[in-house]
């Protein structure tokens, strides 16, 4: 009888248990925690858990808690194929990931399938909301802006400011790399200034003189590299190794202490690219505080990351449900959802509207925005 007293009791515990962990809502944060771009994963990671945090000590979701999956995918398109795999096969509703356009695009194909909603707070290549809307998933959405759109702003302000100077855009063969540049390549075109060299670069070397050798030639002022920081950091250092200075202009991708470290000095003057600082904003202030306080500092993508956790929990309050689907319809209903990078809607693609830009200038190890 006892026997059967304490089996009874401990099924009882384990439905208890198991109904609890029913009642979480399970977000799953994916990108490279490990790897290169492992500070990306680091932002993802603390963004997500400050709001998370956030939440759940505001009540959670209609009384739920938050609960987060930390999936790896070291911005490898195959690896993420199988995070996405494996998150669908978990259960998992709903993703805040991933960082590069490489990986989003082939996993959200898996998350379309499995009726998942996908928000990335970093991925720019404008295929994957584009291929989403053209295929009919309305569960895979961007919570951050478009390389058409970060093109239209920055390539006609190079044609303007750098007319009569040689200009060369290189990119990384990814598909974030070379989406960007081409984006800025077409409008700084249209704006009336052509590139004296057009070229794609081999990610993951470590020896780029050949390239430095080449921009020397080429008298190179400006050089505007579609990629990530440690390529470009390298390329920096081995230009200086050959007294060789010009004006490196990036995309979003160098929000983060590492590129100086990579680059050293030779950074100095570096221009990029960013949407309008987030850690400005007011909405942001006791976010940014409290993540200061643990000693991170909330650059890059972190208010991002931060953002699509809470546009996920408005989005679930707003349907009145937890169904994907549901919920990415409740979030393009047009009314806005509060965020730390303030108020944001989004169209029918799940793109968000109006997104502004800052052009910021790294100098003696940070940055800051400039007077464009």
């Given at each position: ?73 070291v911005c490898d398109p195959k690896q993420a194929v199988s995070v996405a795999n494996r998150i669908a096969a ?28 996908m928000m990335s707070p970093a991925s720019s290549n404008p295929l994957m909301t584009d291929d989403a809307a ?194 990415a319809e409740a979030l393009k209903d047009g009314t806005p959802v509060s965020t730390v990078v303030g108020e ?29």
């Amino acid at each position: 009888m006892k026997i059967r007293t304490i089996l009874a009791a401990a099924g009882l515990a384990l439905t208890a248990q198991a109904a609890h962990a029913q009642e979480d809502i399970v977000i799953a944060v994916a990108g490279p925690i490990t790897g290169q771009l492992a500070t990306i994963g680091d932002q993802f990671k603390i963004g997500a858990q400050a709001a998370a945090d956030a939440i759940n000590a505001a009540g959670g979701v209609g009384g739920r808690k938050i609960q987060l999956s930390i999936q790896d995918d070291v911005c490898d398109p195959k690896q993420a194929v199988s995070v996405a795999n494996r998150i669908a096969a978990e259960g998992i509703k709903f993703v805040d990931g991933h960082a590069c356009s490489g990986s989003s695009i082939p996993a959200s194909a898996v998350y379309a399938e499995n009726g998942i909603l996908m928000m990335s707070p970093a991925s720019s290549n404008p295929l994957m909301t584009d291929d989403a809307a053209k295929n009919g998933w309305p569960t895979i959405m961007r919570l951050y802006t478009r390389d058409d759109a970060q093109g239209a702003f920055i390539g006609p302000w190079i044609a303007q400011k750098y007319a009569g100077k040689n200009v060369v855009i290189l990119h990384d063969k990814s598909a974030y790399g070379q989406g960007v540049a081409d984006a800025v390549k077409a409008t700084m075109n249209s704006a009336g200034l052509n590139e004296v060299m057009y070229e794609g670069i081999n990610a993951g070397e470590k020896d780029y003189s050949a390239l430095v050798t080449k921009l020397k030639s080429l008298n190179a002022d400006v050089v505007y590299f579609g990629g990530y920081h440690p390529e470009a950091g390298l390329i920096l250092r081995q230009a200086a190794e050959q007294q060789l200075k010009f004006q490196l202009i990036m995309p979003d991708s160098i929000a983060s202490p590492e590129f100086w470290q990579v680059a050293g000095p030779a950074a100095e003057g570096t221009l990029f690219v960013f949407p309008s600082d987030p850690q400005a904003k007011p909405e942001a202030k006791e976010a940014v505080e409290k993540i200061k306080a643990t000693g991170f500092s909330p650059e890059g993508f972190t208010l991002f990351s931060y953002a699509v956790i809470q546009a996920i929990a408005q989005g679930i309050e707003r349907a009145g449900s937890d169904d994907p689907m549901a919920v990415a319809e409740a979030l393009k209903d047009g009314t806005p959802v509060s965020t730390v990078v303030g108020e944001i809607a989004f169209d029918e693609k799940g793109d968000i509207k109006n997104a502004t830009y800052d052009i910021n200038q790294w100098h003696d190890g940070a940055y800051a925005p400039i007077a464009p």
